[in-house]
Nanobody, 113 residues
Framework: QLQASGGGLVQAGGSLRLSCAAS????????MAWYRQAPGKQRELVATITSGGSTIYASSVKGRFTISRDIAANTMTLQMNSLKPEDTAVYYCKALLVATNYWGQGTQVTVSS
């Protein structure tokens, strides 16, 4: 089970930090990721972190967002800086275990201009 938190309302240029807490050891996951879905749009991949610690970012967030994990705390985070109105969306965390994806509930991020 995954629990996402940290969303909120922020002005453009501001920062937010999202957290995804797992009910099991995250070291067992092949990868973890953040997705987002804006109103009327498809869910899109924002950032991924693999079991080896490699990270991949969508071009739209590269240089502004940082994905990380704390294995001891069983938590994945997404530090979001220089937020833009187009970052407004519901953000979801996901974990891949063998061939099964586990999703957390969404957390709303709203960036005002």
């Amino acid at each position: 089970q995954l629990q996402a938190s940290g969303g909120g309302l922020v002005q453009a240029g501001g920062s937010l930090r999202l957290s995804c807490a797992a009910s099991r050891s995250i070291s067992s996951f092949m990868s973890m990721a953040w997705y987002r879905q804006a109103p009327g749009k498809q869910r899109e991949l924002v950032a991924t972190i693999t079991s080896g610690g490699s990270t991949i970012y969508a071009s739209s967030v590269k240089g502004r967002f940082t994905i990380s994990r704390d294995i001891a705390a069983n938590t994945m985070t997404l530090q979001m800086n220089s937020l833009k109105p187009e970052d407004t969306a519901v953000y979801y965390c996901k974990a891949l275990l063998v061939a099964t994806n586990y999703w957390g509930q969404g957390t709303q991020v709203t960036v005002s201009s």
